[in-house]
């Protein structure tokens, strides 16, 4: 790119007077920009996991479990072209997504490392008995996410392609992490030196504050959870229809449409495209007229004003414009400034842009595009039948219902692809005078596209030689009407004596679905008004059935990018299925119980709640990126919950009752539990908080995690130690029962 920039500024001494050399849609500068987005929020994000570690943890463990982020990343870095993945937007931001994955692990370990060096163990013996305390929890935790993420690499599509990098990011860094975090991080651990007296300043300081943050955890623990859980493990059957009633609210949200949804968000180019499709057979100059209406539009946006957010003029953000015009195509490119030197968002230029362009004639089909990926019209219903009458009729009622929807535009449809006929219907006298509809389909041809009288060698070509029409004749009707028909016996007629014109739609093209005629309506949405979800729910509600019944051999099909939505999210549920099948098998073999991966997979719907909380409080839609949120969500709950229900276990296994081994592993394990959630949380808030319009897409994944992690950290404190008293509770009725059948059945042999 420097190159191409220097010998742009080079090119005016070679160039003639009056000509000049522009750089066009410089992608580099998206690229770096979009790049530049997640390397500064990762950085900021590890920068405030790091101060957060430093409140709870020792400088030395905080910063050796940052640096295993690091190293972590830099594995997955090695691997990654190796597997042709390129480095993106995207890629990049898998590694902000992981962040709060990676760091879990650390944290377990090292808060596990910590809290056996606070009771008086030091060195290998701490790092050693640390690293074993968790490990179990800690590998499978990791193998769970591993999997969660897998269902991704086995689907076919566009999306699906777009997002299989991620996957494979979030499981490389996860097995680089796995092995720093068994055979690195423990190794520094080990050389870790007693906590003495702080000599510094700056060391007096910081540990002041970590006793103080530290002292007022254990407090709320010890005065606000503690007691709480034993309430609710007093009343447990309460507590469990209390989560019941809360998910079933919060799902009853998602059922009655209040939160928007989205399946591939707007990815916002640095360049806007207006494709007209016009009436196929239509004349050049009508084209080269769209074309000028258009591009006259475009240059009267170039001398607008526009304002910032606070109502100051800016500079105009068009910086040029080119035109094109092919056939029945009109295409106009309009190149803007890049995103981070204009305020102005684009979707309010292209609004501005339409509304310039006002009505065009002839128009088959208008799409204004600023998307990086080329899309599917949002709205797409195909409708079916045998009769042609019947699909023009109900296109037409189609059409007239989707113009009253407030924010759908640019309606088009297949049939408008027909171009105009004329055809010439043989009148009764036309036969008693001898002319046939042959004799007259050939004279009308001979006038008006010619008949050949000679030909003329040239070179190695022949020059035909066409006896017509005028030019100008042959543009009028009245010509036509004029004209005179020959008969068999050689006298002339008028035209309208022999033959009647009429005008009908002739197709450019059959479209058949099962052997029926099909025709598509196809529409665009102004998503700062409505959303294709909502526009199609109501049309499908409303007034598909009334044209249905309207027109009883009528059939009704969705295409377009609702069409790849559904066949996405079957795959993506299908694959999801097997997925959580593995997940469940994993957890069985590393707990040997079929009942406990149940209480471990409990947060996961929890998680899809909280994102969907979260995407509601910020008002944004629900989009292909919210559910890797979710998926991701999925692995950081599981480790949670197999960190607290493996040191229940080990409770169990020392003897200690079902109630007082949940109270003192929930007790023991929630500051790990509460970093982990709030590390996670902290470490996405510059991704989240980010105000860059090339960056709001990848938002909403950050929001999933973040507010589905916070959701389940409850169910994960509160919930799961209940379910496990009952799941004990239930065990020990079942097995009492047993009992007494045996002991009744040994009585009656007897």
Partial sequence: TKEVRDYIAKSGSFLPDGVTLVSWLDLSNTFKGRGNIPLSSGVNGLILVFSLLMLFLRPAIAFWVCG???????????????????????????????????VDDAIIIGESVHSDQERGLRGLEAATSGANNVSKPV????????????????????????????????????????????????????????????????????????????GQLSKFVQKYYVPFLAKTLKKKYLTLSAFVAIWLILFSFVQGGWMRQDFFPTIPSDYIIADVVLTDGIAFDRAESVMRQVEKAAHTLSRAEFKNEDGEPEANPIKNIQTFVKGNK????????????????????????????????????????????AQNKPLSFVLASNNRRTLEKATADLTTALSKFSGVLDIGDTLRSARQEMVLDLKKEAE????????????????????????????????????????????????LKTMRIRTNNGTEVPFEVVADIHFEQGATEIRRLNRRRVVEITGDVDTEITNAQEVIRKVEREVIPTLQKKYPDLEYLLEGDQKEIKSFQAGLLRNTAM??????????????????????????????????????FLDLPFSMFSFLGVVATAGVVVNDNLVLI?????????????????????????????????????????????????????????????????????????????????????????????????????????
């Fill in 68 to 102: 295993g982020i690091i190293t972590s990343f830099m594995g997955a870095l090695w691997i990654l072209p190796m597997l042709d993945v390129s480095l993106n937007m995207l890629t990049l931001f898998a590694f902000i997504l992981v962040l709060g994955i990676v």
């Fill in 432 to 479: 008693s005078l001898g002319v046939s509809t042959r004799d007259l389909a050939r004279q009308v041809r001979q006038g008006f596209f010619g008949e050949e009288a000679q030909r003329i060698p040239r070179g190695k070509d022949d020059v035909k030689v066409m006896i017509r029409y005028p030019l100008e004749s042959r543009k009028t009707v009245e010509t």
């Fill in 139 to 214: 590998m499978f935790a990791a193998l769970t996410t591993m999997v969660a993420f897998s269902p991704i690499l086995f689907l076919d599509g566009v999306a699906a392609a777009v997002m299989k990098p991620l996957p494979i990011v979030v499981i490389l860094a996860l097995t680089f992490s796995l092995i720093e975090a068994f055979f690195i991080l423990p190794s520094h651990l080990a050389h870790m030196k007693p906590p003495g007296e702080a000599k510094g300043f700056i060391t007096r300081f910081l540990r002041k504050i970590r006793q103080t943050v530290s």
């Fill in 646 to 750: 493996d040191y229940i276990n080990r409770l169990r296994a020392n003897g200690e009752s079902a109630i007082d081994a949940v109270r003192k592993a929930a007790e023991s394990r929630f500051r790990p539990i509460f970093l982990t959630t709030l590390t996670t949380f902290i470490g996405l808030m510059p991704i989240i908080s980010e105000q860059s319009k090339q960056a709001q897409f990848l938002i909403p994944m950050a929001i999933s995690l973040a507010f589905g992690v916070v959701l389940s950290s409850f169910v994960t404190l509160i919930l799961v130690p209940n379910l496990f008293v009952v799941l004990d509770s239930f065990k020990t009725w079942v097995k009492g029962k047993i009992f007494r059948i045996r002991q009744n059945r040994q009585s009656q042999n007897l």
């Fill in 579 to 616: 997925a959580f099948l593995a997940i469940y098998a994993l957890i069985a073999v590393a707990f040997r119980s079929y009942s406990q991966p149940i209480l471990v997979m409990l947060a996961i719907p929890f998680g899809y709640l909280g994102s969907v909380l979260g995407h509601m």
């Fill in 330 to 373: 009109v295409q106009v490119f309009v190149d803007l400034l890049p995103a981070e030197e204009r305020s102005v968002d684009i979707v309010e230029i292209s609004r501005r842009w339409r509304h310039l362009i006002g009505d065009m004639a002839d128009v088959k089909q208008f799409d204004m595009r600023f998307q990086l990926r």
